[in-house]
């Protein structure tokens, strides 16, 4: 029998990435850890195999239904906790204005993740040394001002980033992406390792100009109101058919950024760290459970 004497890394990678979210989305750690508990404390047990597999069944639709039931009453409670080897994966959506950046930052600060601009991933992008498909095909998109080859173009840009190492050992924090349902589609179903939580920031548009207006310290596009209003417009126009999609899924979380920084960020944690993980599209569990 023969091997191979060189082995594609970048393939071995994603192989192990999409298992890793795999064993998370079916939560076979926590299966395999009460499996592990209830031998322990089992009485009388002389064959280990014989009496997981008339177990394990029960054991894993114990767990799983318990976190959905979770999930749907929206029960936050000290009896969920996060394993402590967990890495949270993170996608924060909002306006312009109703502080991704910030949220992101003290987010990432917190649990040591790796922070992930999608704009400054498309510069570097674009003004780098390297230059691949991906790349060409951004430039198309921007010269040609084409919606669809930009948007795969730079969901490319960030699976690439997402399977380097730092990101799959630390975890990650994502921002300015998606833009629209197409990319939110993408970015659940098509990505090797999609994100476990997507934290919808809700604010009024008017509150949102005002904090953008208001905190501009330095100039720069933001503060121009011909540059706000078009990104305004771009999120009024994309908006509605991507919460039609998010709310078919389960990690999203929707959070009021109406108030102050402070009572937002531990409206976040609260939630990140006290609510089950369920991972999928709502409305589909008999097929987790089989």
Known sequence: MSFPTKFNKEMLVEFGAAFMHYIERHKLMEVMSRILAEILVANGVTDVRLWM??????IGVD????????????????????????????????????????????????????????????????????????????????EEDCV????????????????????????W???????????????????????????????DERMARMRILVNSYSPGPQSNISYLDRQMQQFRKSEPAMIKYLSQRREVIYVDATPCFEEVKCQIVSQLTKTPYVLGKKYAEANFLV
């Open 63 to 142: 767990i799983y239904s318990k976190s959905l039931d979770a999930f749907h009453r929206g029960v936050q409670g000290d009896f969920y906790q996060l394993p402590r080897n967990f890495y949270h994966r993170i996608v924060i959506h909002g306006k312009p204005g109703s502080g991704r950046k910030s949220l992101a930052h003290v987010l990432a600060q917190r649990w040591d993740l790796l922070i992930l601009d999608a704009d400054v991933l498309i510069y570097h992008s674009i003004n780098g040394a390297e230059q691949n498909e991906h790349t060409r095909l951004l430039q198309e998109g921007i």
């Open 53 to 58: 597999g008339r177990n394990i069944r029960r």
């Open 173 to 203: 924090i994502l921002f300015n992406y998606p833009n629209n349902k197409c990319e939110a589609k993408e970015l659940f179903e098509g990505f090797t390792v999609p994100p476990n939580k997507f934290i919808f920031l809700q604010i």
């Open 148 to 171: 669809y080859k930009r948007s795969e173009a730079v969901g490319k840009l960030i699976q690439r980033r997402l399977l380097k190492d730092d990101a799959l050992h630390r975890g």
